[in-house]
Nanobody, 124 residues
Framework: QVLLVESGGGLVQAGGSLRLSCAAS????????MGWFRQAAGKEREFVGA????????LYADSVVGRFTISRDKSKNTMDLQMNSLKPEDTAVYYC?????????????????WGQGTQVTVSS
């Protein structure tokens, strides 16, 4: 069992930056993938990015490439999402997720554990 807790959301102006953090407790096996998803009001939950815990290789949605960066700290069991050059369309609730033996890192269906979400609002 893995418990995920996000932090760091808030309100920022367009062009600004925010850093989200996800703290994982419980067993974070090295075969885990941890990811970030977001859900805007009235829209489907969408993939933002993910990282393979063991090797640190990352994958990002096209919409955030070059602006968002995922990192992880194995000693602290945390994963961060650094968001730069934020746009109003980045406004959403951001969720941290974790799963094991994931084949498709972009599919929310493959993730077993989810955080409660943190609101990010980007004003124009």
């Amino acid at each position: 069992q893995v418990l995920l807790v996000e932090s760091g959301g808030g309100l920022v102006q367009a062009g600004g930056s925010l850093r989200l953090s996800c703290a994982a407790s419980g067993r974070t096996d090295r075969s885990y993938v941890m990811g970030w998803f977001r859900q805007a009001a009235g829209k489907e939950r969408e993939f933002v990015g993910a990282i393979r815990w063991a090797f640190g290789n990352t994958l990002y949605a096209d919409s955030v490439v070059g602006r968002f960066t995922i990192s992880r700290d194995k000693s602290k069991n945390t994963m961060d999402l650094q968001m730069n050059s934020l746009k109003p369309e980045d406004t959403a609730v951001y969720y941290c997720a974790a799963g094991i033996n994931i084949v498709s890192m972009t599919s929310p269906l493959e993730y077993n554990y989810w955080g409660q979400g943190t609101q990010v609002t980007v004003s124009s």
